[in-house]
């Protein structure tokens, strides 16, 4: 199971998403992040991810860990990952468009489910009220439906 980092940027009322524009993911909104590399730490890896993919960076102090998500691909096995989801509420630089990810920033009332992950509205509304979670998700056929999850607060 490969470990990947998620990295979601709030400030009071808003979170930043990017739409990905290649790979793994593409057409949905996300947060930023991405695969560990050898020799890399998870934070490590969701620092550079930030660098990477929306031109910002941030210390290691300023990402808070708010919870871990197993994906199960029944059908691409080697889809499956381990991912941890980090809250950064501060940053340096401005979030700009790379060739991976074209940022743009959503009111928590307005996130837009219907484009993203077919997990997230279960989880990303209780990491957004300040708990912490720890879940799984098996996803069928081509990823864009699961047939079972559970979620626990932790």
Request: a negative charge.
């Amino acid at each position: 199971m490969k470990p990947t980092t998620l990295c979601l940027l709030l400030t009071e009322n808003q979170i930043l998403l990017a739409m990905k524009k290649r790979g793994f993911g593409m057409g949905k909104w996300n947060g930023v992040g991405g695969k560990v590399e050898i020799g890399e730490t998870v934070p490590e890896a969701a620092l550079r991810e930030l660098r990477e993919e929306i031109g910002v960076t941030a210390s290691l102090e300023n990402l808070e860990e708010v919870g871990s998500i197993e994906f199960y691909f029944t059908e691409k096995p080697d889809w499956n990952l381990h991912m941890h989801i980090f809250l950064i509420r501060n940053w340096k630089g401005e979030p700009v468009e790379s060739e991976e990810m074209k940022p743009q920033w959503f009111s928590f009332e307005k996130i837009p489910y219907d484009s993203m992950w077919a997990d997230d509205p279960y989880w990303l509304p209780k990491v957004l009220e300040g708990k912490k979670i720890k879940a799984s998700f098996y996803f069928n056929g081509d990823g864009e439906s699961f047939d079972r999850h559970e979620i626990k607060e932790i």
